[in-house]
């Protein structure tokens, strides 16, 4: 098992990686409390996986009650949080109870949210089951529900306790999953780190063939990138942007079609593309380094082909950008592979950034 760890001063946790971590009761001892465990799951992930972490916190002598959500991006809604809390409520859970989210982006961003606010917060702790969930949202304690008009638009900063990633629950995930979370690991190879870039790019076919020693790799990578720049900026007022390459298009992209329709990691990955167009318009980056980027996008089997929508369409979508600043979006751009930087743009060369990228 590796252990890495986020920085955050007296809200700092650890990142445990390895295999079968579900059955180690040893490690899920330190969560032990007086009150009760809630594991947050969803219809899917609960009969592949909740006998196992119910096993070994039952070991500490907790008692376990579960929470049961329908699965998908389009229940990431405030009725669905409504559940986990009517769950917590009728359990009596109190200020001691402990909710472990088991799953993947869509349950670790609500229950967080629901710990986040039960009672003014409770503790939790990440168990992600998806391969982006494993490199990104369990980390960095981004939390909250989708609002028709936009991704994330309420939810809170608020860090787990712990993030716990049992990598064989990766070899049970549909191959178009597995994709959606390698486009996240693109990402900060895109944004922070040329070699990992050039390494996924040499790994492709392994990746894509579920090679756990590979993906052990992607999740270690990932976390150490993210877990640093979340270090050094939790809220985002500055560098932790750069997270977002790709997000500003991918998300116009997802709440455009309807959640669910394009999967996140799907959208970031499309996103990409056109952010490294946008890239290449403002004179930053190399035409050959942008088509090589599209390149191992598709290599990955993510799409880079954007829906062709009017251009109202996106900039509306867009102006809702969490980034936006008095009506200004800022955009997420690379200077070169490996080294991205916030950058206002005119709309006019947005604009013709869609064009060539043929989303509009
Ligand atoms: N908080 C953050 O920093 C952050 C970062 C990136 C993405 N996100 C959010 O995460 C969400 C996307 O997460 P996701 O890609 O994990 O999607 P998801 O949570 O919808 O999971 C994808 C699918 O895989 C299923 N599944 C989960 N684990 C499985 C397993 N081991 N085997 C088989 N099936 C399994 C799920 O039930 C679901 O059907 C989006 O809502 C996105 O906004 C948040
Ligand atoms: O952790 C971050 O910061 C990120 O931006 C990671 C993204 O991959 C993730 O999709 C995040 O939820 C997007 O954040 P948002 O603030 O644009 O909703
Ligand atoms: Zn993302």
């Known amino acids: 098992m590796k252990t890495l760890n986020v920085n955050l001063g007296d809200r700092s946790y650890p990142i445990f990686i390895g295999q079968d971590l579900l059955d180690d009761a040893q490690l899920f001892s330190q969560f032990a409390t007086s009150s009760a465990s809630f594991i947050v799951t969803n219809t899917t992930v609960e009969p592949l996986y909740a006998d196992r972490l119910e096993a070994s916190l039952k070991a500490n002598g907790q008692q376990v009650i579960r929470i049961v959500l329908p699965d998908g991006e389009s229940f990431k809604t405030w009725e669905t949080l409504q559940t986990i809390f009517t769950g917590l409520l009728e359990s009596n859970a109190d200020r001691k109870a402990t909710i472990f989210a088991l799953g993947g982006g869509v349950i670790g961003d609500m229950a967080g949210f629901a710990a986040a606010s039960y009672m003014r917060g409770i503790k939790f702790v990440q168990i992600p089951t998806t391969l982006l969930s494993q490199v990104d949202s369990s980390v960095g304690g981004k939390t909250g529900i989708n609002h028709p008009l936009g991704k994330n638009m309420i939810g809170a900063f608020y860090q787990p306790i712990a993030v716990i990633i049992d990598l064989k629950t990766l070899l049970t995930l549909p191959k178009r999953e597995l994709a959606a979370g390698l486009a996240e690991v693109v990402k900060h190879g895109a944004i922070a780190d040329h070699l990992f870039l050039d390494w996924i790019e040499s790994n492709a076919a392994a990746l894509n063939n579920y090679d756990l020693s590979c993906l052990e790799h992607v999740v270690v990578k990932s976390c150490e990138i993210k877990s640093a720049v979340v270090a050094q900026d939790e809220k985002e007022s500055g560098v932790r942007a750069h997270l977002n390459f790709g997000h500003t298009f991918g998300h116009a992209i997802e709440t455009g079609m309807g959640y669910g329709e394009w999967l996140h990691g799907e959208a970031v990955g499309c996103g990409m593309a056109i952010a490294a167009e946008l890239s290449v318009q403002l004179g930053y980056l190399s035409l050959e380094d942008k088509n090589r980027l599209i390149r191992i996008i598709q290599t990955l089997h993510l799409p880079t082909k954007a829906p062709q929508w009017d251009t109202s369409k996106y900039l509306s979508y867009m102006s809702h950008d969490k980034k936006a600043e008095s009506g ?20 006019d060369l947005v604009i013709s950034t869609l064009k060539v990228a043929g989303a509009i």
């Open 328 to 347: 200004q979006i800022k955009y997420i751009v690379l200077e070169e592979l490996g080294q991205a930087k916030v950058q206002k743009v005119d709309d």
